[in-house]
């Protein structure tokens, strides 16, 4: 564990408190689609109301070029006051800390809750400039980090404010990530096994090549094995490939057996004749897949040969689909190894992105130690980086 200042080291009583959150939450016709990370941010909140802090939030909202009242954090604030059943001011300003924002805070007590609109309002935000930095931090007596999602970007709300307030410390998702990604990839429980899927080996390079230092036995799966089946000579069809990829597939291949890492590949594969549902599939050994067709899926021994790996256990980690799981008939694949990860006793831990969808979109999410709440973080930190925003924070003494 990252010995970090925690939520639980601050006294907060009579103080501001500027709270990074991850509000970046889907919002259709001005409507939530999703809480989950609203609901995900509530433990640290609620504590430091409790505590008598007063709590200022804020955080970004997709990806606004200018203001936009789309991107708005004005719903957030009504869904969060409705799940912490108080009022939650919110501070609507084009300048996120502008005339409005200075008011709403001066006028607080303790325990109140304010909102500041969406930080990629200000275009500085992503450059990490100082004077946003500098605005941000004005708020506040001290900073709580609580985004895991975003702590991979050195933006002004994620590190250029920890330089000008007095404190900083991590909030309680932030700490449970560091704790579960870390212990997992840096003080595993072995047998330690790490799956890894989704599209492209490109994303995923400083990934393979950290977790072979690590790991018992590493799983491929998903598109990105087309790849390393291409590297071992066998023809891919007109599955996904990057032909700039092969060799290094080859090499890591060669690093695995160095390092005594068990390196497992789907042995049959579910091809297709169209990225479609409704095409024509069938099932060919890895090594047999002709022209015309493509892998959407691992296959049934496949799937037999990862779950047998996963079942003894004792760490799992898995980042990425084994197929095509938003089309039912090619979700066969993703559902053995949540399956397989659900049935472990051991440490299971999803990294983000499409593999944390998936887990919850199967109904599996209750039965997994984690589930991250970052894609593109939680893949830094696999790829063993120091995330900036992770980094911007005060150690404990």
Same mark, same amino acid.
């Given at each position: 564990?990252?010995?970090?200042?925690?939520? /639980?080291?601050?006294?907060?009583? *009579?103080?501001?408190?500027?709270?990074?959150?991850?509000?970046?939450?889907?919002?259709?016709?001005?409507?939530?689609?999703?809480?989950?990370?609203?609901? *995900?941010?509530?433990?640290?909140?609620?504590?430091? $109301?409790?505590?008598?802090?007063?709590?200022?939030?804020?955080?970004?909202?997709?990806?606004?070029?200018?203001?936009?009242?789309?991107?708005?954090?004005?719903?957030?604030?009504?869904?969060?006051?409705?799940?912490?059943?108080?009022?939650?001011?919110?501070?609507?300003?084009?300048? %996120?800390?502008? /005339?409005?924002?200075?008011?709403?805070?001066? @006028?607080?007590?303790? @325990?109140?809750?304010?909102?500041? !609109?969406?930080?990629?309002?200000?275009?500085? #935000?992503?450059?990490?400039?100082?004077?946003?930095?500098?605005?941000?931090?004005?708020?506040? /007596?001290?900073? =709580?980090?609580?985004?895991?999602?975003?702590?991979?970007?050195?933006?002004?709300?994620?590190?250029? %404010?920890?330089?000008?307030?007095? #404190?900083?410390?991590?909030?309680?998702?932030?700490?449970?990530?560091?704790?579960?990604?870390?212990?997992? =990839?840096?003080?595993?429980?072995?047998?330690?096994?790490?799956?890894?899927?989704?599209?492209?080996?490109?994303?995923?390079?400083?990934?393979?090549?950290?977790?072979?230092?690590?790991?018992?036995?590493?799983?491929? @799966?998903?598109?990105?094995?087309?790849?390393?089946?291409?590297?071992?000579?066998?023809?891919?069809?007109?599955?996904?490939?990057?032909?700039?990829?092969?060799?290094?597939?080859?090499?890591?291949?060669?690093?695995?057996?160095?390092?005594?890492?068990?390196?497992?590949?789907?042995?049959?594969?579910? =091809?297709?004749?169209?990225?479609?549902?409704?095409?024509?599939?069938?099932?060919?050994?890895?090594?047999? $897949?002709?022209?015309? &067709?493509?892998?959407?899926?691992?296959?049934?021994?496949?799937?037999?040969?990862?779950?047998?790996?996963?079942?003894?256990?004792?760490?799992?980690? &898995?980042?990425?689909?084994?197929?095509?799981? !938003?089309?039912?008939?090619?979700?066969?694949?993703? $559902?053995? %190894?949540?399956?397989?990860?659900?049935?472990?006793?051991?440490?299971?831990?999803?990294?983000?992105?499409?593999?944390?969808?998936?887990?919850?979109?199967?109904?599996?999410?209750?039965?997994?130690?984690?589930?991250?709440?970052?894609?593109?973080?939680?893949?830094?930190?696999?790829?063993?980086?120091?995330?900036? @925003?992770?980094?911007?924070?005060?150690?404990?003494?």
């Amino acid at each position: 564990m990252l010995n970090k200042k925690t939520v /639980d080291d601050l006294k907060v009583s *009579g103080k501001n408190v500027l709270v990074r959150c991850d509000f970046n939450v889907p919002i259709q016709d001005g409507a939530i689609t999703s809480d989950a990370r609203i609901v *995900g941010a509530l433990p640290t909140i609620k504590k430091l $109301i409790a505590d008598g802090g007063r709590v200022i939030l804020c955080s970004h909202l997709g990806q606004p070029k200018e203001v936009d009242p789309a991107f708005s954090l004005a719903p957030v604030a009504k869904r969060l006051g409705e799940l912490l059943d108080k009022l939650v001011v919110f501070a609507a300003d084009d300048t %996120v800390v502008g /005339d409005n924002a200075r008011q709403a805070v001066s @006028g607080m007590k303790d @325990g109140d809750v304010v909102l500041l !609109e969406n930080t990629r309002f200000r275009k500085e #935000e992503t450059k990490n400039g100082e004077a946003f930095s500098k605005d941000l931090a004005s708020l506040a /007596d001290i900073y =709580v980090d609580d985004a895991f999602g975003s702590s991979h970007r050195a933006h002004c709300s994620t590190v250029g %404010v920890t330089q000008f307030v007095k #404190e900083s410390a991590v909030g309680y998702l932030m700490q449970k990530e560091i704790e579960y990604l870390g212990n997992a =990839v840096n003080n595993p429980v072995r047998p330690f096994v790490a799956i890894l899927g989704g599209a492209k080996v490109s994303d995923k390079i400083n990934v393979i090549n950290n977790l072979l230092e690590k790991v018992d036995t590493l799983i491929i @799966g998903g598109g990105m094995a087309y790849t390393f089946l291409k590297a071992m000579g066998h023809g891919v069809g007109d599955s996904l490939l990057e032909a700039d990829k092969v060799e290094y597939s080859k090499q890591m291949m060669g690093k695995a057996k160095e390092k005594g890492v068990k390196l497992l590949l789907p042995i049959d594969t579910v =091809v297709s004749d169209k990225f479609s549902n409704d095409s024509n599939f069938k099932t060919v050994e890895s090594s047999k $897949i002709e022209d015309g &067709w493509m892998g959407v899926d691992i296959g049934e021994k496949t799937r037999e040969l990862f779950a047998a790996a996963i079942k003894d256990a004792k760490t799992v980690i &898995w980042n990425g689909p084994m197929g095509v799981f !938003e089309m039912e008939n090619f979700n066969k694949g993703t $559902i053995a %190894v949540a399956q397989a990860m659900a049935d472990i006793d051991g440490m299971s831990v999803i990294g983000g992105g499409d593999s944390a969808a998936a887990v919850i979109q199967l109904g599996f999410a209750d039965k997994m130690s984690h589930i991250s709440t970052g894609g593109g973080a939680s893949l830094e930190f696999l790829e063993g980086i120091v995330l900036p @925003g992770v980094a911007a924070v005060e150690d404990r003494a």
